[in-house]
């Protein structure tokens, strides 16, 4: 199986900015998109930001005009730029690759946001 890893994650104040990377580790066959969704316990999953292999983006509600993902296509890395950051950000941020066969996940990184 391909494995995701992800790295960006840490503690930050309110206000400040992190950048989450999300690289495949192996090769990786027919991407159609790639993304960023986030957790707290007691919660489900919920998308944060999409992109296609394109550049067509997709942004929550509650991140857009504050978070930016972008994506290296010969990398097979995608990225998610946070900035104007909130404790309600917090959480555990897990990347996807979503291909025509299968998706596959990042093992999370965890972001907390102080106020």
């Known amino acids: 199986q391909v494995q995701l890893v992800e790295s960006g994650g840490g503690l930050v104040q309110a206000g400040g900015s992190l950048r989450l990377s999300c690289a495949a580790s192996g090769s990786i066959f027919s991407i159609n998109a790639m993304g960023w969704y986030r957790q707290d316990p007691g919660k489900q999953r919920e998308l944060v930001a999409t992109?296609?292999?394109?550049?067509?983006?997709n942004y929550a509600d509650s991140v857009k005009g504050r978070f930016t993902i972008s994506r290296d296509n010969a990398k097979n890395t995608v990225y998610l730029q946070m900035n104007s950051l909130k404790p309600e950000d917090t959480a555990v941020y897990y990347c996807n690759f979503r291909t025509h066969f299968s998706d596959y996940w990042g093992q999370g990184t965890q972001v907390t946001v102080s106020s």
């Open positions: 992109i296609t292999t394109g550049g067509t983006t």
